[in-house]
Every structure is written in C-alpha cells, then in structure tokens.
T-cell receptor
Framework: AQKITQTQPGMFVQEKEAVTLDCTYD???????LFWYKQPSSGEMIFLIY??????QNATEGRYSLNFQKARKSANLVISASQLGDSAMYFC???????????????FGKGTLLTVNP | DTEVTQTPKHLVMGMTNKKSLKCEQH?????MYWYKQKAKKPPELMFV???????INESVPSRFSPECPNSSLLNLHLHALQPEDSALYLC?????????????FGPGTRLTVL
C-alpha cells in the first residue's frame, strides 16, 4: 500500500484564487512529520511547510497553509492568492518516527502538477 | 548561507567513463543525502550520511559510490553507468535527527548516460 497518496496528477487554478492540493498518508506510527515541497521545472526541491503529528495547530507559512486532519490521515496544502510563479510540481512527503535511522527517510507521494493561469 | 550547491549542473558521460558529482552546504547540517529522480517521478533516496558516516544505503548498485570527505561536502562517484541511470541527481542536507528536520535540496545535476 502507498504510504503517501496524492490523487490529483494535475490541477489548474486562476491567478489570485486559492487552491487545495490533496495528500493522504498511511502510518501506524504515533510520531511522524509531514512535509510539502515545490519543484519548479528547473528541478530544485523547495521546502514549503511542515506539520508534526503532535502539533495541534495547522501549520502556516505565508500564503501556504496545511489543513491537517489527523483522524482522516490527510494533510492538504492550501495555497492562497495563487501567483504565476506557483506553477510547479508539488510533493507531499512523510517521515515516520522521530528517532533513529528512520528519521532520515522521507517517503514522497507521486506529486501534483499545478498550473496557474493568468 | 542557507543553500545547498551542486556541481556540475549538467553532465553527459559514456558508459565507460568515471565522473563525480559534488555537493556542498555551509549550514552546519550533519546529515546529507543523495536522491535520484526520473522524469515525472518523485525523488528516490539513494544514500544518507550522518555525521560523515554512511547511515543508509538503499541497495544502490556499486557503480554509484558515495563519499563524505567532511561535514560540508558530499560526493557521488560514478563508474560504468548504464543509460537507465540517466536522471536528475539531487543532494540534500538536514540538521540531523532532532526536530522537524526538514531537508534542504540543491538544484540537482542532470545526468545523461550515452
């Protein structure tokens, strides 16, 4: 079974509108971390936002927020006021456990290609 | 300095060549990573170095040989590669095991094996 599922291969949004990118995860660990990365066509992976499994508040970073629903095992990324520069591939990732060697391993979803239209 | 640098940006090599990819960070991070990414796919972890020691090897073929000369540098030595090894190779670093420990990625090296 996939540990990270991103069900939207591609998404389109109008400039200045908000968009939600879906991510569900599967783990039996109590301690884990969820990450979102942006990858433009240039190739660099850019860290956007992090949510820890024990964090009670949804994470926010500027125009990015993470809608964390622990019971549903979902960690959707919300981008407000989309900009043309937001067009990129977006990956959801999970790290299981907060100690030992497993702490280094990120499991990535397959990604969602977001296109922002002018 | 909050970036990870990688050289070269592009590399074309034959199957009999020996080449090296280089990665450098000056953020004081103690964990460094190599990933391989094929087109339209997520990155796949290859190696992890923690405190300059190899911590994880994800069953990578021996034609890929990592090296961590010091805490700021990470190399990936390539020898006798196959055309299917053509991919984007990403280096990343993170503080270590503590906290949220996000990984910061370099811009990658696009490798083509002829």
């Amino acid at each position: 079974a996939q540990k990270i599922t991103q069900t939207q291969p591609g998404m389109f949004v109008q400039e200045k509108e908000a968009v939600t990118l879906d991510c569900t995860y599967d783990t039996s660990d109590q301690s884990y971390g969820l990450f979102w990365y942006k990858q433009p066509s240039s190739g660099e992976m850019i860290f956007l936002i992090y949510q820890g499994s024990y964090d009670e508040q949804n994470a926010t970073e500027g125009r990015y927020s993470l809608n964390f629903q622990k019971a549903r095992k979902s960690a959707n990324l919300v981008i407000s006021a989309s900009q043309l520069g937001d067009s990129a591939m977006y990956f959801c990732a999970m790290r299981e456990g907060l100690g030992g060697g497993s702490n280094y391993k990120l499991t990535f979803g397959k990604g969602t290609l977001l296109t922002v239209n002018p | 300095d909050t970036e990870v640098t990688q050289t070269p940006k592009h590399l074309v090599m034959g199957m009999t060549n020996k080449k090296s990819l280089k990665c450098e960070q000056h953020m004081g991070h103690r964990a460094m990573y190599w990933y391989k990414q094929k087109a339209k796919k997520p990155p796949e972890l290859m190696f992890v170095y923690s405190y300059e020691k190899l911590s994880i090897n994800e069953s990578v073929p021996s034609r890929f040989s990592p090296e961590c000369p010091n805490s700021s540098l990470l190399n990936l030595h390539l020898h006798a590669l196959q055309p299917e090894d053509s991919a984007l190779y990403l280096c990343a670093s993170s503080q270590g095991q503590a906290g949220n420990n996000e990984q910061f990625f370099g811009p990658g090296t696009r490798l083509t094996v002829l």
